[in-house]
């Protein structure tokens, strides 16, 4: 049995699903059987296309008329691919550049595996990026990683930023190494300390800063 799902990225009447209905009843679907959504494909929570899913059944064929109807990009097609295929059900798309997929045939599998490779392709070389990426910054004397937490150092150079009438939050947090949330978790937009500020200042300095000192 087929089943189709169709979708458009605006809800504000700008797009129509009717040229996507239209090819998927001319490929046999019955109209009760096409779910769709109104929705970005970067969105996971599609009704339309969680309910779609929930449908089909063991020899069932999923259709849909182009690829970038049905995931958020090429690494997500795979996963819900292989899903589809672990569960029985098969992937047929109608138009554009995957318009060779159909996983119930030989030669369909075989185009289906191309794109498959060019996302793990995709993904090493995401990966690849990310860490020359954190290499470059360690030798500019940056670190990645999460931001440092507030210290009694980096509180008072934040209260002085913050001072000036004129300063910016997120680019004194940016300055400091901490995020704008954290920022205004201990000082207010006129450099006073909040309570967990002030908590930090009667804390007075570490205990290696204060034996030095003595």
Known sequence: MLIGYIRVSKSDGTQTLEPQRHALLAAGIDPSRIYEDMASGRHDARPGLLACLKALQPGNTLVIWKLD??????????????DLRSR???????????????????????????FAAFAEFERELIAERTHAGLAAARARGRMGGRPRKMNRATLMMAMA???????????????????????????????????PGQALLDAGPPRQLQSQAA
């Open 161 to 195: 930023a913050m001072s000036d009438r004129g300063a910016v939050a997120a680019d004194v947090a940016k300055r400091l190494g901490i995020t704008t949330t954290t920022l205004y978790v201990y000082v207010n937009g006129d450099g006073t300390p909040k309570a």
């Open 88 to 114: 029985g059900i098969g992937l047929k798309v109608l138009a554009g550049a995957g318009a060779q997929i159909d996983t119930t045939s030989a030669n369909g599998r075989l185009a289906f595996g191309i």
């Open 69 to 82: 109807r049905l995931g958020r990009d090429l690494r997500h097609l795979v996963t819900t691919a292989e």
